[in-house]
C-alpha cells in the first residue's frame, strides 16, 4: 500500500457515460495531482491542487473537471470522454514544495 | 524550454550484467532530480532525489549520479526483479515536474 489510494483500478466507459475517478491519500501531504500516462509519453500533469486551492490547470478539455473537497480527497469526474482519452490516470500527493511525490496505483481507463 | 530525455527506451540486459541508464535534462533553476521506478499496472515508486551536480545517492543495486547537463542510475549485478520502468523528472525554479518518457529494463534470469 503506497499511502495514496486510488479507485477504480480499471474502469471501462462509452463515450456518453459520466463517471468518476477518487483518490485519497492520509499522508498529510498539502498538495494533490492528476497525471495522465500514455504508452511511450512523459507524464503529462493535468491539475495541481495546494490546500485544496486549484493552481494548475494544463489546457486539459472540460470533459474532464477536477474536485478537491478536502486535502485528503480528489476527484476526477468525466463525461463525453474520446477514446484517446484512454489511458493510466494517477493520483500523486507531496508536501507544498512539490519534492517527493508518492503515487498511487492509478486508474486505467478504457473510453470504448 | 525545460526539457528531460531519457535513453535508451528499453534495455535488456543478462542477470548480473551492470549498465547504466541514461537522464539528460535542460531546466531553469534545477531545484531536484528524482528516479522513480514504475512495474506494470502500478503507479511511479520514489527512489532517489539528487539536488547539486556531483551528489550521489545508493539503494541497493542502484546508484544515482548527478551532473548539470545529466544523471546516470547506475544498475549493478542486476537481478530479475530489478526489470521496471524506471523515469526520471526534473523540478525547476517554478517547481513544477518535468517527466522524461522512462526506460523500460528488462533483466533476464
Known amino acids: 500500500e503506497t499511502g495514496v489510494t486510488q479507485t477504480p483500478r480499471h474502469l471501462v466507459m462509452g463515450m456518453t457515460n459520466k463517471k468518476s475517478l477518487k483518490c485519497e491519500q492520509h499522508?498529510?501531504?498539502?498538495?494533490m495531482y492528476w497525471y495522465k500516462q500514455s504508452a511511450k509519453k512523459p507524464l503529462e500533469l493535468m491539475f495541481v491542487?495546494?490546500?485544496?486551492?486549484?493552481?494548475e490547470n494544463n489546457s486539459v478539455p472540460s470533459r474532464f473537471s477536477p474536485e478537491c473537497p478536502n486535502s485528503s480527497h480528489l476527484f476526477l469526474h468525466l463525461h463525453t470522454l474520446q477514446p484517446e482519452d484512454s489511458a493510466l490516470y494517477l493520483c500523486a500527493s507531496s508536501q507544498e514544495n512539490g519534492n517527493g511525490y508518492t503515487f498511487g496505483s492509478g486508474t486505467r481507463l478504457t473510453v470504448v | 524550454e525545460d526539457q528531460v530525455t531519457q535513453s535508451p527506451e528499453a534495455l535488456r540486459l543478462q542477470e548480473g550484467e551492470s549498465s547504466s541508464l541514461n537522464c539528460s535534462y535542460t531546466v531553469s533553476g534545477l531545484r531536484g532530480l528524482f528516479w522513480y521506478r514504475q512495474d506494470p499496472g502500478k503507479g511511479p515508486e520514489f527512489l532517489f532525489t539528487l539536488y547539486s551536480a556531483g551528489e550521489e545517492k545508493e539503494k541497493e543495486r542502484l546508484k544515482a549520479t548527478l551532473t548539470k547537463k545529466e544523471s546516470f542510475l547506475h544498475i549493478t549485478a542486476p537481478k530479475p526483479e530489478d526489470s521496471a520502468t524506471y523515469l526520471c523528472a526534473v523540478q525547476g525554479s517554478n517547481y513544477q515536474l518535468i517527466w522524461g518518457a522512462g526506460t523500460k529494463l528488462i533483466i533476464k534470469p
Open positions: 491542487y495546494n490546500f485544496k486551492e486549484q493552481t
Open positions: 499522508l498529510g501531504h498539502n498538495a
